[in-house]
Antibody
Framework: EVQLLESGGGLVQPGGSLRLSCAASGFTFSDYVMIWVRQVPGKGLEWVSAISGGGDSKYYADPVKGRFTISRDNSKNTLYLQMNSLRAEDTAVFYC???????????WGLGTLVTVSS | EILMTQSPATLSVSPGERATLSCRASQSVTSNLAWYQHKPGQAPRLLIYGASTRATDIPVRFSGSGSGTEFTLTISSVQSEDFAVYYCQRYDHWPPGIFTFGPGTKVDIK
């Protein structure tokens, strides 16, 4: 059974940093592109970042470019999102998801809440 | 950038009724369109991909149609567990661009 479990969310002050993790199981992790998507409270889903199976190709949405870094450790079946220079508008639930090899996402985690506030 | 719109923003239906949700792309996305269901506190769930193919274990009451710029998600007989927010998403092959989600349609109880 495919499972994705995010962790690392919490309360952080503006300008601070946080690292999210997504532990994957039930599939060959390195075979899949992995994604971070977020949902600001009361708003819709927003694509944040993607990383290739080998970790050599990475893509970011404009609002997070230069501040967030996606990475993965295929030996640990874990996806990461390093978030720096956090802003109030980054407050959201962050989901990791598996790309089904065509650009849509077939499995998602339950999400982890990031709150940026002083 | 391809923009996705969804209508209506909220759809109020009674259990057992048919629900029709619309999704429009600002330019053609051929059939690269997915639908997701999202309930509060839960993981989003893939319902449809390729505009009309049901994902694994999705009930047959969910169906998708359309191509190009106009798409529809139909729930033939809404069940209590179907009250949720539904998002469409246009997608593309690797490398990814900004894979745009629509703003969502909330299906609630009439």
């Amino acid at each position: 059974e495919v499972q994705l479990l995010e962790s690392g969310g919490g309360l952080v002050q503006p300008g601070g940093s946080l690292r999210l993790s997504c532990a994957a199981s039930g599939f060959t992790f390195s075979d899949y592109v992995m994604i971070w998507v977020r949902q600001v409270p009361g708003k819709g889903l927003e694509w944040v970042s993607a990383i290739s199976g080998g970790g050599d190709s990475k893509y970011y949405a404009d609002p997070v470019k230069g501040r967030f870094t996606i990475s993965r450790d295929n030996s640990k079946n874990t996806l990461y999102l390093q978030m720096n220079s956090l802003r109030a508008e980054d407050t959201a639930v962050f989901y990791c998801a598996r790309d089904a090899r065509y650009g849509y996402y077939d499995y998602w985690g339950l999400g982890t809440l990031v709150t940026v506030s002083s | 950038e391809i923009l996705m719109t969804q209508s209506p923003a909220t759809l109020s239906v009674s259990p057992g009724e048919r629900a029709t949700l619309s999704c429009r792309a600002s330019q053609s996305v051929t059939s690269n369109l997915a639908w997701y269901q999202h309930k509060p506190g839960q993981a989003p769930r893939l319902l449809i991909y390729g505009a009309s193919t049901r994902a694994t274990d999705i009930p047959v009451r969910f169906s998708g149609s359309g191509s190009g710029t106009e798409f529809t998600l139909t729930i033939s007989s809404v069940q209590s567990e179907d009250f949720a927010v539904y998002y469409c998403q246009r997608y593309d092959h690797w490398p990814p661009g900004i894979f745009t989600f629509g703003p969502g349609t909330k299906v609630d109880i009439k």
